[in-house]
């Protein structure tokens, strides 16, 4: 029952199952190796440089740390969280957990902002998500609630539908993998590193972390919902950061428990993405 009435958790569990498949062979070819780790991938960001005011919320009733920059509430870096989202116990109710999560239907309506440049990152991210999973996206024409695609200071995005207009916003340096990976958030899905049972799997290195950005590193604490954390963390995940993602000093910021390094992966959605996406919608 509570994964039914609060659908946003329950798609952070729709994760850990599909990280069941995490270790086949296709999805460890599609995570770059060796030398490429110099070229890791950007790492999204809602506002690059700035860390803004920490803040105590709500989320899922659960405690968070979330920033707050030029008015927005900044979770995990990258995700935008409504005002009604942090504030409060009502996170518990049913109310609220119907205004957030799955697109019915599986059919996120969408516009894109005519001053965004290069707007084949997103026709081609859309096509990636249409071509590997079953959500489908319709050009809004009357519809209330959508996405629309518009420039902005990073690559942020809003987390599951949350009613209305919400915006996936991207800087000129935001590429295909990172628009493909706000998709990722628009449609529910959180990072794969805040799992609750992540440090299973990783070392989180808080040493090396880029001051401010701690809590870019917070689990995400789903206790009590059943449904979460089965299987292993998928490390190919788009929605998973890189071992050196906001480091401080060139040093790692997650490692695998054996103290190994793994790089960031934004070419595409892993087997894993596609078997939870799957099981969600
Ligand atoms: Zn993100």
Redesign the pocket.
């Known amino acids: 029952m509570k994964k039914t009435t609060f659908p946003i958790l329950a798609l952070l569990a729709s994760v850990g199952i599909a990280s069941l498949t995490g270790c086949s062979k296709e999805q460890e070819a599609a995570v770059p190796t060796g030398s490429a780790a110099k070229q890791d991938a950007k790492v999204?960001e809602a506002y690059p440089s700035q860390t803004g005011t920490t803040l105590a919320g709500k989320f899922g009733g659960e405690s968070i740390a979330y920033q707050q920059i030029n008015g927005e509430n900044v979770f995990?870096?990258?995700?935008l969280l409504t005002q009604e989202q942090v504030r409060s116990e009502r996170a518990q109710t049913e109310s609220a957990g119907r205004n957030t999560g799955k697109w019915p239907s599986a059919v996120v309506y969408y516009t894109i902002d005519a001053n965004l440049p290069n707007q084949a990152r997103v026709t081609d991210a859309i096509a990636h998500w249409q071509a590997n999973t079953p959500v489908r996206f319709v050009r809004r024409t009357t519809q209330s609630s959508y996405v629309t695609f518009q420039v902005g200071s990073g690559c942020s995005s809003n987390i599951g539908m949350i009613g209305g207009r919400q915006y996936i916003n991207l800087a000129s340096g935001c590429s295909t993998g990172n628009t493909i990976?706000e998709i990722g958030?628009a449609v529910g899905l959180f990072?794969e590193q805040t799992r609750n049972d992540r440090d299973t799997f990783v070392n989180i290195l808080t040493q090396n972390i880029q001051s401010g950005y701690a809590n870019n590193f917070s689990k995400y604490s789903a206790s009590g919902y059943t449904g979460t954390d089965f299987g292993a963390l998928d490390f190919g995940s788009i929605?998973m950061y890189g071992s050196f993602s906001f480091s401080s000093n060139g040093q790692p910021t997650i490692t695998k428990k054996d103290g190994s390094t793994f790089n960031i992966q934004r070419n595409g959605l892993s087997v894993g993405d596609k078997s939870g996406i799957d099981i969600m919608y």
Request: hydrophobic content about 20%; charged content about 35%; overall charge negative.
């Open positions: 999204e995990e870096g990258d995700i990976h958030h990072h929605m």
